[in-house]
């Protein structure tokens, strides 16, 4: 049985921008797929309709064996804490320390009054640093998350999605507010998580030098439909060409 | 269509506007120098037919007025909409009609507020203008002692009121907040209902509160702490709940995705990015709730304002004096502290 199966999902905003046009596609467990496309083809839309931030207008969403389209309240909430997710913003609370921000991966576990007093129980503290280290900063745990480098800010955000213990990773752009060094550092932890934690990975990313490394299938979205799907290495220049467009160059990142 | 009819309609209302000021105004008190005292109400008993009310001939003259308008294109509303084209002759003439209902406005304005330069400057009134400054400048400062006591009434008044009307108007916000409240209709209903209130409230000055809870609770500091508190909730609800609109949605987002609860999002995703500034604008409240606060006292609210119009109406002018300066002295350092511990925050 597949992790997630996405059925003719569709996505209609208010606005009536058509962002998703019945998309389909399974992603298997310990895959590290890698969404491709241009700016609102609607890779963003996708990745938020998977855990539901934004509500699909049509098609379903299964995940592991359960549809998880309409599911509301705690049900919902559980289905989350499931799915681990990191931004192109890293969005921690920039006033709380490093720790902190870790800590709050596991809200889901924890009442609302015992995390507003900041009574996390002890398993969960030592999780937090453990995963900290797997990162690679647990020297900076009591330092203000917004006094961190943008990339440590992302291997802080990654260490809060562990928290979760997630079944499935969802990284939206993860490296786009990155400079290329960094951006290889922190798609190193990405794959560190996938081999060996065993974590499924759905991940946006612009540059197909980087899902070349680190993807082990893409599906590409153009217009909110899929138009490529594969392995990295079937990407061709006419497909790069079909994708991006006539006028796009490949850059590689290094 | 409906484009039109709104133009024509505020085009009527603009032509009854000026045809009700020239015939009252121009006519009645300028030219034909009517020596009743000036009114709005009652007949103008100058106008042709004696049998229909003026104010139903205003309208119709209006009407004529605004259908020529329409017409012709020399509409009024159609230059503030921006709609004429520069140097065609409707312009011009839409020009001229707009700087003359502006005149007749300001001529208007004149007559109605009575004013006197003849009253300012005769030579009995600048005696008296000259007695009341000079006492106020010679202030008596035997009463010092009391006008210090009720001035820190006076503080304290504004202090709890801001404390008070803190707590409310935190948790209050959140639901003012349109990014928070969208997601489904009863919260959307509530925000609604929210916002009119607290646009209702805070339209009603704090000198009207004052007087309302007077009635209710009796004379004395109480009221006057009560009707600060109204203003303050309904001034920080609007004040709070814009900043949440302003808040960064990505940290919401990804509180939201670990599977936390909605009251976790807020505290966690939403209050971080707005303690700072909640700080900020409330320390600021307090310090203009010290100045409302000596006002309230005339109406009753207690503290300096009080004393104020007790000694202002025994005409005692250097007791007066002292209290405005024991206020003004006040003022100046609460607004001096709280700009400065602003400052620090920010």
Request: aromatic share 10%; proline share 4%; glycine share 8%.
């Amino acid at each position: 049985m597949a992790l997630l199966e996405i059925n003719a999902l569709s996505k209609v905003y208010p606005n009536g921008t058509q962002a998703l046009r019945s998309v389909s596609f399974t992603v298997e467990r310990g895959e590290f797929l890698a969404v491709i496309g241009l700016s609102g083809s609607g890779k963003s839309t996708l990745l938020r309709c998977i855990n539901r931030l934004i509500e699909p207008t049509s098609g379903s969403i299964v995940f592991d064996g359960a549809d998880v389209t309409h599911i509301k309240g705690d049900a919902l909430r559980r289905y989350r804490q499931q799915i681990g997710m990191i931004f192109q913003q890293f969005n921690l609370i920039g006033r709380y320390s490093v720790l902190q921000n870790v800590l709050m991966g596991a809200l889901g576990s924890v009442t609302t009054l015992d995390s507003i007093l900041g009574r996390y129980r002890p398993e969960l503290h030592t999780m937090a640093l453990r995963n900290l280290e797997i990162v690679g900063i647990a020297d900076k745990a009591h330092v203000r998350a917004d006094s961190l480098s943008g990339g440590q800010q992302q291997r802080v955000a990654i260490a809060r999605a562990l928290m979760q213990e997630p079944k499935l990773l969802l990284a939206d752009e993860p490296v786009a507010s990155l400079d290329p060094a960094t951006s290889h550092g922190v798609m190193r932890y990405l794959g560190y998580i996938n081999r060996q934690l065993g974590c499924t990975i759905i991940c946006n990313l612009h540059f197909l030098s980087l899902v070349r490394e680190y993807a082990s299938r893409v599906i590409a979205l153009k217009h909110g439909q899929i138009v490529f799907e594969g392995s990295p290495a079937e990407i061709t220049d006419d497909w790069f060409r079909h994708i991006y467009g006539d006028e796009a160059v490949e850059v590689e990142i290094r | 269509m409906r484009k039109r009819l709104s133009q024509l309609f505020l085009d009527w209302l603009a032509c009854t506007y000026g045809v009700v000021l020239f015939h009252r105004i121009v006519w009645l008190e300028v030219i034909s120098a009517r020596p009743l005292p000036f009114a709005w109400a009652g007949s103008g008993s100058a106008t042709i037919l004696t049998t229909v009310p003026d104010w139903v001939l205003y309208a119709i003259v209006g009407a004529v007025g605004a259908s020529i308008a329409g017409f012709t294109g020399a509409s009024l509303v159609a230059l503030l909409r921006g709609e004429l084209a520069p140097n065609s002759w409707q312009r011009r003439i839409a020009l001229h009609v707009g700087s003359l209902l502006l005149s007749l406005t300001f001529v208007t304005g004149w007559i109605v507020t009575k004013i006197s330069l003849t009253d300012m400057f005769s030579s009995e009134r600048l005696r008296a203008a000259g007695r009341i400054f000079s006492s106020l400048l010679t202030p008596e400062f035997s009463i010092l002692p009391q006008a210090i006591a009720a001035i820190i009434e006076t503080v304290y008044l504004a202090f709890m009121a801001t404390a008070l009307a803190l707590p409310a108007s935190f948790v209050l916000s959140f639901l003012a907040a349109r990014n928070l409240m969208r997601e489904h209709q009863w919260t959307r209903l509530l925000y609604t209902l929210l916002r009119i209130v607290t646009n209702f409230t805070r339209s009603i000055e704090p000198l009207v509160w004052a007087v309302i809870f007077t009635v209710w609770v009796k004379v004395g500091p109480f009221p006057g702490m009560l009707a600060l508190m109204v203003h303050t909730i309904s001034s920080l609800v609007k004040q709070y709940s814009e900043q949440i609109e302003d808040i960064d949605p990505g940290p919401m987002e990804a509180i939201a995705s670990t599977g936390a609860r909605p009251l976790q999002v807020v505290w966690f995703g939403v209050v971080p990015q707005i303690v700072i500034p909640f700080l900020s604008f409330t320390i600021y409240r307090w310090d203009i709730n010290v100045r409302m606060a000596t006002i309230i006292g005339l109406v009753g609210g207690g503290g300096i304002g009080t004393m104020l119009n007790q000694y202002q109406m025994l005409a005692q002018w250097h007791e007066v004096g002292l209290i405005v300066l024991v206020i003004a002295l006040v003022v100046w350092v609460m607004d001096y502290v709280s700009a400065r511990i602003r400052e620090a925050l920010l």
